[in-house]
């Protein structure tokens, strides 16, 4: 069966530093891969989606990248953090068959 | 703009009690609509519905899409503490160079009280 993991979980950083949020999938191939941010209280902002290695899709503007180095890595980063990055971050995967995108667990950002 | 709205943002009721909550969308080429549980860390997938009138249940949890009125609810019956969570409404819109999007709502709190 497909799972997904994702860390770490909880994360406090001081603004201007930089982030690396990592996601893997196992039990599957080739997937879509997806980064959402969730401001408390909001519904799942979509930030970047790559649907295979190296390829990377922006959907906001922001201070924040992604890359997908291997088929079921993907990778959350930034440069220098914002007090606006904070949030919670989830990444999700879609198997080629179905509609349905499947969560991490997700990782509560605060930057102070 | 594609946009996914749910309501009531918030809800509060009795073990026992009866809920529906509601997601209404306007989204271009809509292709499916999916209901999600959140209760502190993942979403959790409950439901994908794709045709009108056709009701999707699992145990104590059901719900329906009206493709022409742009909406879909969710029932609860004899609700549980265990039912508290968010419950996020998202609609498959068009794909993004092969990848789908989904459109959220802002979710709706539930809160089961003993």
């Known amino acids: 069966s497909q799972t997904i993991h994702q860390w770490p979980a909880t994360l406090v950083q001081p603004v201007g530093s930089p982030l690396s949020l990592e996601c893997t999938v196992e039990?599957?191939?080739?997937?879509?891969l997806y980064w959402y941010r969730q401001a408390a209280g909001r519904g799942l902002q979509l930030l970047f989606y790559?649907?295979?290695?190296?390829?990377i899709s922006s959907e906001v503007p922001q201070n924040l990248s992604a890359s997908r180095p291997q088929d079921r890595q993907f990778i959350l980063s930034s440069k220098k953090l914002l007090l606006s990055d904070s949030g919670f971050y989830l990444c999700?995967?879609?198997?080629?068959?179905?509609?349905?995108?499947?969560f991490g667990a997700g990782t509560r950002l605060s930057v102070l | 703009e594609d946009k996914v709205v749910q309501s009531p943002l918030s809800l509060v009721v009795h073990e026992g009690d009866t809920v529906t909550l509601n997601c209404s969308y306007e989204?271009?080429?809509?292709?499916?609509l999916l209901w999600y549980k959140q209760e502190k860390k993942a979403p959790t997938f409950l439901f994908m519905l794709?045709?009108?009138?056709i009701e999707k249940k699992s145990g104590r949890l059901s719900s329906i899409l009206d493709k022409k009125e742009l909406f879909s609810i969710l029932n609860i019956t004899a609700t549980q503490t265990g039912d508290s969570a968010v419950y996020l409404c998202?609609?498959?819109?068009?794909?993004?160079?092969?990848?789908?999007?989904?459109?959220f709502g802002q979710g709706t709190r539930l809160t089961i009280n003993p």
């Open positions: 999700a995967w879609r198997g080629r068959a179905k509609n349905i995108q499947y």
């Open positions: 039990g599957t191939s080739n997937p879509n």
């Open positions: 790559s649907v295979g290695i190296g390829q």
């Open positions: 989204v271009t080429n809509f292709r499916s």
């Open positions: 794709t045709s009108s009138g």
């Open positions: 998202a609609v498959v819109g068009p794909l993004l160079q092969g990848a789908q999007k989904l459109v």
